[in-house]
């Protein structure tokens, strides 16, 4: 549990997108996650989570809709809104109102930045010219999201969150983007084009959050997409501004 300390404490939990929007490369289908089963076992993690008694909890939702998801929060807390399938629903508004917190805070930030490609760009890049590095990333995206799809119909939500966190498959995650950035020949290189815009948007995300952190004394919990955490896990670490809380003390 938490010990006594002069810094922030963060804890970061990486999620996958539950309301099917389609964002990534590779979408695992969630099942109902409104379920009653389901519903029951997201019940049991947000009563995990708030053994962390956060002070402020912050979702993947740009910040130019910062006021529009606290007022969606605020309605969901007056009965007048039904939450959807989304992990930031299910997690950072239970988790939140749970503890009588006043609204969420959207810290993300997705834009175009600079040169960064198209990532169908890289993809038709490396399936033009470079055959096998395609296969890597295509083929082996490919395997690990049947895998994770596989793992995911027996798992219960605390078990995939768990599983998804792990040094491993954060390692697997973070991988995945530096395969990508191989991507190029000569003076081109359409996949660094792209992670430099990834690397860019997580900067963003990062200093997002440092904003809201306003005393030594406030525990954030970060609900994002799994992909995200091992760059916001480094420059948080990195820092040596902040304490980072293990997800495995809270939802082992």
């Not at 306003?214 to 902040?242: C, E, K, N, W």
């Amino acid at each position: 549990m938490i010990a006594e300390q002069s810094l922030p404490a963060v804890l970061l939990l990486g999620t996958g997108h539950w309301a099917h929007p389609g964002r990534d490369v590779f979408n695992i289908r969630y099942d109902d996650m409104l379920s009653s089963q389901r519903q029951r076992e997201i019940a049991e993690c947000v009563e995990r989570l708030v053994r962390f008694q956060p002070t402020k909890v912050a979702v993947e939702v740009s910040t130019d809709l910062d006021e529009h998801v606290t007022q969606e929060y605020r309605r969901y807390r007056e009965g007048s809104f039904a939450l959807t399938a989304s992990e930031v629903h299910q997690l950072g508004f239970q988790v939140a109102a749970a503890l009588g917190h006043e609204r969420v805070y959207a810290i993300d930030w997705n834009e175009a930045i600079g040169y960064a490609h198209d990532m169908g760009v890289v993809f038709a890049f490396a399936q033009a010219h470079q055959p096998e590095l395609y296969e890597e990333l295509m083929g082996g995206g490919q395997r690990a999201l049947d895998v994770a799809q596989a793992a995911m119909e027996r798992r219960s939500v605390r078990e995939m969150l768990l599983d998804g966190n792990t040094a491993e498959a954060l390692a697997r995650n973070h991988r995945y983007y530096l395969v990508m950035a191989r991507v190029g020949e000569g003076r081109n290189y359409p996949g660094i084009g792209w992670v430099q815009g990834w690397y860019a948007r997580n900067l963003r995300i990062y200093v997002n959050l440092t904003r809201i952190i306003t005393s030594p004394r406030d525990h954030i919990l970060v609900i994002y997409g799994a992909g995200h955490i091992p760059l916001l896990m480094q420059f948080l670490r990195d820092s040596g501004d902040y304490v980072l809380e293990a997800l495995e003390s809270y939802l082992r």
